[in-house]
C-alpha cells in the first residue's frame, strides 16, 4: 500500500512538472513572433543649414557640412564660428577654430516636422529645425 501511494504521489508530481512546462513552452514567443525593435540612438545631426533658435527667441543658423566641418551665423547673418564637427558618444560635438573648446550637445529624438532640441553640458536648450529649401 506504502508503495502505490508513493507511485501515485510521483505520478501526480510528475503530471505537474510536465503540465508546468508545457505552460512555460505556450508562454514563449513562437519563432514567428518578433518583440518591436528597441528605439535607435540618434545618430547625430546630419549634413545641411539649420535654424537654432535660441531660449530668448533669436533665430541663428548653423550649416554642418558633409566634410566635418561647420559655420555658425548670428541673427544678421555675420559667421560667428566655424570649425569641425562630429558625432560622439550620441551626441553632436563641436570644436571651432582656434583656442577655444570642442562643446558636445545632447540631443532629443526628432520631431515630426525634422526639429530637435540641444542641450550642451551647462544646460542651455536650444531648438534645431532643418531650413526649408
Given amino acids: 500500500m506504502k508503495k502505490l501511494v508513493l507511485l501515485a504521489a510521483l505520478t501526480a508530481l510528475s503530471a505537474c512538472s510536465q503540465k508546468a512546462e508545457e505552460s512555460k513552452d505556450a508562454a514563449a514567443p513562437t519563432p514567428?513572433?518578433?518583440?518591436?525593435?528597441?528605439?535607435?540612438?540618434?545618430?547625430?545631426?546630419?549634413?545641411?543649414?539649420?535654424d537654432v533658435k535660441m531660449a530668448d527667441g533669436t533665430v541663428a543658423s548653423t550649416v554642418i557640412n558633409a566634410d566635418g566641418?561647420?559655420?555658425d551665423t548670428d541673427p544678421t547673418g555675420k559667421?560667428?564660428?566655424?570649425?569641425?564637427?562630429?558625432?560622439?558618444?550620441?551626441?553632436?560635438?563641436?570644436?571651432?577654430?582656434?583656442?577655444?573648446?570642442e562643446e558636445c550637445w545632447s540631443l532629443s529624438p526628432v520631431a515630426a516636422d525634422g526639429s530637435f532640441?540641444?542641450?550642451?553640458?551647462?544646460?542651455?536648450?536650444?531648438?534645431?529645425?532643418?531650413k526649408k529649401s
Avoid at 82 to 101: I, M, T, V
Avoid at 119 to 128: D, K, L, M, R, S
Wanted: glycine share 10%.
Fill in 69 to 71: 566641418t561647420y559655420a
Fill in 79 to 101: 559667421v560667428v564660428k566655424k570649425g569641425k564637427f562630429a558625432h560622439k558618444d550620441g551626441k553632436d560635438c563641436f570644436d571651432p577654430d582656434g583656442d577655444e573648446a
Fill in 117 to 130: 532640441t540641444a542641450t550642451n553640458p551647462e544646460g542651455t536648450t536650444v531648438t534645431v529645425t532643418p
Fill in 32 to 50: 514567428t513572433e518578433t518583440a518591436a525593435p528597441a528605439p535607435a540612438a540618434p545618430a547625430g545631426t546630419a549634413p545641411g543649414n539649420y
